[in-house]
């Protein structure tokens, strides 16, 4: 089993950056694939980015793509979500969550989740 828990959420100005991180526990966690999802009130969930197990290989979402970077340090047990430029339209619940594949961008590809973490973009 992988447990994950975000941190990093908060309260920003809009054009400011913002860095999520995601620690997990398990001793399958590397071989895992990872990715970040968000969540705005009365919206699905949608799929912001992702990484391979390794890390080798990324995948964002086109709203983000020129704006976040996502990276994994496998040695801490670590997956961070940079965003840069943040706007109103960023604000949502953050999740991380673990799967098979950083090809899936569908929420119920992933077998993992965390609580979340909040993210308010101010205007």
């Known amino acids: 089993q992988v447990q994950l828990v975000e941190s990093g959420g908060r309260l920003v100005q809009a054009w400011g950056p913002l860095r999520l991180s995601c620690v997990a526990s398990g001793r399958t966690f590397r071989t895992y694939a990872k990715g970040w999802f968000r969540q705005a009130p009365g919206k699905e969930r949608e799929f912001v980015a992702s990484?391979?197990?390794?890390?080798?290989?990324?995948n964002l979402a086109d709203s983000v793509e020129r704006r976040c970077t996502v990276s994994r340090d496998n040695d801490k047990n670590t997956v961070s979500l940079q965003m840069n430029s943040l706007n109103p339209e960023d604000t949502a619940v953050y999740y991380c969550a673990a799967g098979l594949s950083y090809r899936d961008y569908l929420p119920r590809a992933y077998k993992y989740w965390g609580q979340g973490t909040q993210v308010t973009v101010s205007s």
């Open positions: 990484i391979s197990a390794n890390g080798g290989s990324t």
